[in-house]
């Protein structure tokens, strides 16, 4: 029986995280983390729940978007996916319950961003830090790109706090040109980072090969992805060996769909998907990505893992569930992206509780 959507809303809700410097990076110095965020209602009482993440302002010009696109725009007709895994023998189900029972129990490798954002202090980040290792944190990424001197400095004190062998990755968020990003990143070399994330201009697609190739002998990767756009453009990345991760981000490709697109590509070509995560509620969404990606793409967890950043899951009905730095597979039905009511309303701009109060003062 067919249903009917008979309501949308669209609600711009917005946490205040520049007040503390969270999420800060070169590019975006004062960031609010924030989603459009869409409910849909139909007549059989069934409800659907969606978001996308920008960083304040960004809402209003993807929420008016949210409520007015035609629902054939985003999800192209060649992006539609089959029933994945169907038509499989005894041996492939044998295996997809191997890898199912391997995230049940270990569940899927991540990494966090929360110790080391750009406008953090020193003191802050070694507390952070000290905290992460005793959860049992060994992969870390720490924002670079705004001077060559306090990156030192910082990288220096992310490998002193976390020793020569836990895994280091610095991101510029696109704060370079080509020649910049390859001498930066050299003078960073020493402190042996395991990928440099958008160096340059995020659809710079030669510019990242050349920055790949230059970087290459330095034992240092190109990791991109978390502002491209479509398909075509990670396509293009691919055959120009032009990243060495895929950092897919599950709200800015548009729909599952493209996402899927791009982990079947990554395959292909055997490079590794290292989501995009954090924001509001990114690492909710991704977390069913990642484990379609090993259970029924990639099957392996070599030089994989999730960002994880550890900000606003409590405004979630099913947040994510990080079990010694690992994300642990989400067991209620559903995409994790309904938001909890009493947090939307206090949050919604500008008419918040959260809002008024920061307005008044
Ligand atoms: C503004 C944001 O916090 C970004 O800095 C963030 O998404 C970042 O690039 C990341 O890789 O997590
Ligand atoms: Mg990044």
């Excluded at 249903?3 to 205040?16: A, G, M, N, Q, Y």
């Excluded at 396509?235 to 060495?244: E, W």
């Excluded at 029924?296 to 899951?313: F, W």
Aim: glycine content about 8%; hydrophobic content about 35%.
């Amino acid at each position: 029986m067919l249903h009917k959507i008979t309501s949308l809303t669209v609600r711009d809700v917005r946490f205040p995280t520049s007040l503390e410097q969270h999420g800060s990076d070169a590019m975006h110095t004062d960031p609010d983390y924030s989603v459009a965020y869409v409910v849909l209602d139909t007549d059989c009482g069934l409800k659907g729940f969606g978001l996308t993440f920008t960083v304040g302002k960004g809402t209003e010009i993807v929420g008016p978007r949210e409520r007015s696109d035609p629902p054939g725009h985003r999800c192209r007709p060649e992006c539609r996916v089959g029933p994945v895994g169907e038509g499989r023998g005894q041996g492939g189900n044998c295996l997809l319950r191997h890898l199912l029972e391997h995230m049940l129990k270990e569940g899927y490798p991540a990494y966090t961003t929360s110790c080391a954002w750009l406008g953090y202090s020193d003191q802050l980040l070694k507390q952070l830090c000290t905290d992460a290792l005793k959860s049992g944190w060994t992969k870390f990424k720490v924002k670079v790109g705004a001077d060559l001197e306090d990156d030192k400095r910082r990288c220096r004190l992310m490998r002193q706090m976390i020793g020569p062998d836990n895994t280091l990755m610095i991101d510029a968020n696109q704060r370079w040109d080509v020649a910049e990003a390859i001498s930066w990143v050299s003078s960073l070399a020493e402190f042996k980072p395991l990928w440099v994330e958008e160096p340059t201009s995020p659809d710079d697609i030669l510019g990242h090969a050349a920055i790949s190739k230059a970087l290459a002998p330095l034992g240092i990767g190109v990791a991109t992805g978390e502002q491209c756009h479509n398909r075509v453009m990670f396509k293009q990345f691919l055959q120009a060996s032009a990243l060495q991760f895929v950092q897919i981000d599950s709200c800015r490709l548009g729909s599952v769909n493209e996402n899927l697109a791009v982990l079947l590509m990554a395959h292909k070509f055997q490079v590794p998907v290292c989501p995009h995560a954090g924001g509001v509620g990114l690492c909710e969404l991704v977390q069913h990505l990642i484990l379609f990606d090993y259970i029924c793409v990639s099957g392996s967890l070599g030089n994989r893992m999730c960002e994880y950043v550890d900000h606003l899951h409590e405004h979630f009905t099913s947040p994510v569930v990080i079990h010694d730095a690992h994300y642990m597979p989400p067991k209620d039905p559903g995409y994790s992206c309904e938001m909890l009511e009493s947090s939307v309303q206090s949050h919604q701009y500008p008419e918040g509780d959260v809002w008024t109060l920061i307005m008044n003062k």
